[in-house]
């Protein structure tokens, strides 16, 4: 009709005309099917997150405590996460590994002739180390003499170099020589004697 002021428009989605004055805009779909508005639907999400936070025991908005059992680190005094030298933590590892003996009489066997004097260390030397014995041994029976005299001595030389306590006992033995006893046929002498000293 000529004249007239509305005209229809077919909807798709409701199946029935709607009347748009001329001149109007047509009314967005999410209106026309009863949507949420766009506000409207980021306010719900918000909600539904705080209401499962709270489910869970959580409190969104609240400033986070610290629990009194958490370790407080600093960093202006040592603490674990502090590198540590190289030399500290061997230390370390031979108290825990109660290694601390041994690796002095290590350092001891390294610094021998600073230790016993340049005259002795010639005629001398460390062997073993077990259970707080020393074994020492010489290349002669006058050299085994002379330190088997000197064994107090020697222990308190030692004491002051690798710790109380560390070498209790001091065992000097004499040069180990060859033995002539080999074969089958061999003739009876007089033994072993200090030859090679």
């Not at 099917?33 to 506000?39: E, H, K, Q, R, V």
């Not at 370390?92 to 350092?107: C, H, K, Q, T």
């Not at 109380?164 to 004697?193: C, F, H």
Request: charged fraction near 30%.
């Amino acid at each position: 009709m000529p004249g007239s002021t509305s005209w229809k428009v077919p909807s798709p989605v409701s199946g029935d005309d709607d009347v748009v004055p001329r001149g109007r805009p047509r009314p967005p779909v999410a209106e026309r099917l009863g949507l949420t508005p766009a506000s409207e639907v980021v306010t719900a999400a918000l909600n539904r997150a705080k209401a499962g936070a709270e489910a869970r025991g959580l409190r969104p908005g609240a400033p986070v405590r610290r629990r009194r059992d958490a370790e407080v680190r600093s960093g202006s005094h040592r603490d674990g996460r502090d590198p540590t030298l190289v030399g500290d933590a061997l230390e370390r590892l031979a108290a825990e590994r109660g290694w601390r003996a041994e690796l002095s009489v290590g350092a001891l066997v390294g610094r021998w002739r600073d230790v016993v004097g340049a005259e002795m260390a010639e005629h001398c030397v460390p062997e073993t180390f077990e259970d707080g014995r020393l074994v020492i041994r010489t290349d002669s029976t006058a050299w085994a003499t002379q330190l088997r005299l000197l064994e107090p001595q020697l222990l308190t030389a030692l004491a002051r170099e690798v710790g109380e306590d560390v070498v209790r006992q001091v065992t000097v033995l004499g040069p180990a020589g060859r033995s002539w006893g080999r074969g089958a046929r061999r003739v009876q002498g007089r033994g072993r004697r200090d030859t090679y000293g």
